[in-house]
């Protein structure tokens, strides 16, 4: 089963508005919402999440999250840290695939918009949204 699928079974049913709302949930102790310096452009921003270990944290931290939710069914701590690991490593590869990607938006001043937008864009990649 992929991760996108165990993270579903385990939350039931989210709108990707309560995807991304968890999401930023796991972020607010600044693990990506750090200050984004507007002189950055988007890609360099995002190699230095992916250098600094900061997506893999955060979906460790996400997958916490997810646990503490009153509608998540009971796993053993073997299946969570099957989940973690499999979000973290996902995340990362996708972030390093669009990092290399030739995307017009990686080449875009960095703005307050940009955690948001990365989030997004990672957890649809790992199938944790529709």
Not at 41 to 69: G, Q
Not at 93 to 105: F, M, Q
Request: aromatic share 6%; hydrophobic share 40%.
């Amino acid at each position: 089963m992929d991760i996108g699928n165990q993270l579903r079974k385990r939350l039931g049913p989210l709108t990707l508005s309560g995807w991304l709302s968890l999401f930023l949930v796991a972020l607010v102790g600044g693990v990506i919402l750090s200050y984004v310096q507007p002189s950055k452009t988007n890609r360099t921003y995002l190699k230095e999440l992916i250098e600094s270990d900061t997506i893999e944290k955060t979906a460790i931290e996400f997958v916490a999250v997810v646990r503490k939710t009153d509608n998540a069914r009971t796993a053993n701590e073997t299946e969570w840290k099957q989940i973690e690991k499999g979000l973290s490593e996902c995340m990362v590869r996708e972030a390093n695939k669009y990092v290399a990607s030739n995307d017009p938006y990686l080449e875009a001043k960095a703005d307050k918009t940009t955690p948001h937008i990365l989030a997004k864009r990672f957890l649809r990649a790992c199938g944790a949204t529709d």
